[in-house]
C-alpha cells in the first residue's frame, strides 16, 4: 500500500511493507534506488509496521524543477515522514544513512534509533577541503531517478565535524542508551568522526533491530 504525504509542494511516497503491533520501522533507500517493492529479508523480523519512504526526486515521489538537491531536503523529506508515522526506528542504506543520522539529530525523540547500513553512496563528495567537482548532468534522461539529484547528491560535501554534532544532538536528547547503531563495512571520514565522538563499535543489523524493536517507555 502507498500514501502519498506533502514536503512542502512535493508529494512523496510513503509505502507500507508490512503490518504489526509495535512501532514502525521507517526506511530509508540509497542514492539513485527507489523503495524496495517487498519487505527485505533483514527487517522479516520487526514486530511492527515496516514502511518505507522514497525521497524527492526517486521512485513514486515528485521530480521538482530545476534540481537543487541536498541531503538537508532530504532530511526534511524523512522528517515529513515521521511526523506523518510518530515516533519511528529507522534505517537508512548509503545516502539514507547519512539522511538519518541527520534526522536522529534533529529529532531525537521521535527517532527510536538509527541503523546505518553500507551502500555506494555511503560516503558521498567526502570534505570541503577535496577538491570540487562539478558533475555533467544528462538532461535528456526523464527520471526517476532525477539526474539532476544524482549530480547533486553524489557530490555533496559531508563535513565530518559537521555530522558528528548531529550524532551528538542524538546521544544527548534521545531516552535510548545506543541512538545509533552502525552496521556498516566501510567507514567513511564522516562516520569515523561520529564513531570516535561517540565511542561507537560496529555492530549486526539484528542486533540493531532487535535493540530496538522494544524501546524504553
Not at 101 to 121: E, K
Not at 136 to 159: K, M, N
Request: glycine share 12%; hydrophobic share 40%.
Amino acid at each position: 500500500m502507498t500514501e502519498f504525504i506533502y514536503h512542502n509542494r512535493v508529494r512523496l511516497a510513503l509505502h507500507k511493507l508490512s503490518d504489526g503491533a509495535g512501532h514502525p520501522l521507517l526506511l530509508l533507500h540509497g542514492l539513485g534506488e527507489h523503495s524496495p517493492a517487498t519487505l527485505p529479508l533483514p527487517f522479516a523480523g520487526w514486530p511492527g509496521p515496516v514502511h518505507a519512504l522514497d525521497f524527492t526526486g526517486h521512485g513514486a515521489s515528485d521530480i521538482p524543477p530545476g534540481g537543487g538537491y541536498s541531503c538537508e531536503f532530504l532530511m526534511a523529506d524523512a522528517d515529513s515522514a515521521l511526523a506523518h508515522l510518530g515516533a519511528a526506528t529507522v534505517a537508512g542504506r548509503d545516502l539514507g544513512a547519512y539522511v538519518g543520522l541527520l534526522l536522529a539529530g534533529a529529532r531525537p525523540r521521535q527517532v527510536r534509533g538509527m541503523i546505518l547500513l553500507d551502500g555506494p553512496g555511503l560516503a558521498g563528495g567526502g570534505t570541503p577541503a577535496k577538491n570540487p567537482y562539478i558533475p555533467v548532468v544528462d538532461a535528456t534522461w526523464r527520471g526517476p531517478p532525477d539526474p539532476y539529484a544524482i549530480a547533486d547528491l553524489a557530490t555533496d560535501a559531508r563535513p565530518p565535524e559537521y555530522a558528528s554534532n548531529y550524532a551528538m544532538l542524538a546521544a544527548q536528547n534521545s531516552d535510548l542508551e545506543r541512538p545509533i547503531a552502525v552496521c556498516t563495512r566501510e567507514v567513511p571520514e564522516w562516520l569515523q568522526a561520529t564513531m570516535d565522538l561517540l565511542s561507537l563499535e560496529r555492530i549486526g543489523v539484528d542486533e540493531a533491530l532487535q535493540d530496538y524493536a522494544t524501546p524504553p517507555s
